[in-house]
């Protein structure tokens, strides 16, 4: 019995050997593949990411055209923070009626008056088109 042991323990480790050489032959060429989709996956995200930078620098250098470009009249592009207040003042209207009228928050309008933040620039065009209008304009408007 002694001389079946080594035997049966050899043989063993032989198929163990060859299942480990063959598993390796069959698993070789698929993970070489796997390396290469990830390599793929990988240039694919940083063209995206890429594209994607593109895209918002586009959008934002459009949207800057755009609103240089619109269909309101050039009107005076010097602004202070004085223009919002005179203009309310002008008008009448307290931070609470003008926010509501142009559809901001009384936040908004106290910010730009104390020139903590200056509007955007269509709040800054809607706040000088209210200039040009009179107080009974303003009334009937809000």
């Not at 050899?10 to 050997?17: L, Y």
Request: charged share 35%; glycine share 8%.
């Amino acid at each position: 019995m002694s001389g079946k042991a080594p035997f049966a323990e050899s043989f063993r480790a032989e198929v163990a050997r060859l299942a480990r050489k063959e598993v390796r032959a069959q698993v070789g060429p698929l993970s070489k593949e796997l390396v290469q989709a990830r390599k793929t996956i990988s240039a694919q995200k940083r063209e995206i990411a890429d594209l994607r930078r593109e895209l918002r620098s586009l959008a934002k250098s459009v949207s800057r055209k755009v609103g240089t470009e619109g269909s309101v009249p050039e009107l005076p592009v010097k602004w202070r923070k004085d223009t919002v207040r005179s203009t309310r003042r002008k008008l009448g209207l307290t931070q609470g009626e003008l926010a509501a009228i142009l559809g901001v928050s009384l936040g908004s309008v106290n910010g730009w008056e104390t020139g903590r933040t200056e509007p955007r620039m269509h709040w800054k065009r809607e706040v000088l088109e209210l200039r040009a209008l009179s107080p009974d304009e303003v009334a009937a408007r809000s």
